[in-house]
């Protein structure tokens, strides 16, 4: 079983920074693959990034690419996103997830899920 709680979120103006956290309650915290998602009101969850047990390998979509740094301390069971010159766009609740990587399909699949963190990002 694998328990994950995010924080970090909250309000901030357009431009600032946020660095969200997710601790994860799991003996074998390295052996995962770790993400982000995002769900914006009234839209579908979105993949935001997932980085492999050593952080050589890290994915970002494409439209999350260079402001978003998703980094992982394994000593500490953590994972981090890091997000720079916020937009009201981004205003979402932010999820971690823990899960496989799917080498064929490139893609990131959460098997456990956090309860979210909300970010708002004013104008």
């Known amino acids: 079983q694998v328990q994950l709680v995010e924080s970090g979120g909250g309000l901030v103006q357009a431009g600032g920074s946020l660095r969200l956290s997710c601790a994860a309650s799991v003996r074998t915290f390295s052996s995962y693959f770790m993400g982000w998602f995002r769900q914006a009101p009234g839209k579908e969850r979105e993949f935001v990034a997932a980085?492999?047990?050593?952080?050589?390998?890290?994915y970002y979509a494409d439209s999350m690419k260079g402001r978003f740094t998703i980094s992982r301390d394994n000593s500490k069971n953590t994972v981090y996103l890091q997000i720079n010159s916020l937009k009201p766009e981004d205003t979402a609740v932010y999820y971690c997830?823990?899960?496989?990587?799917?080498?064929?399909?490139?893609?990131?699949?959460?098997?456990?899920w956090g309860q979210g963190t909300q970010v708002t990002v004013s104008s």
């Open positions: 980085m492999g047990w050593s952080g050589t390998n890290t």
């Open positions: 997830a823990a899960g496989p990587w799917d080498w064929g399909t490139s893609t990131f699949t959460g098997e456990y």
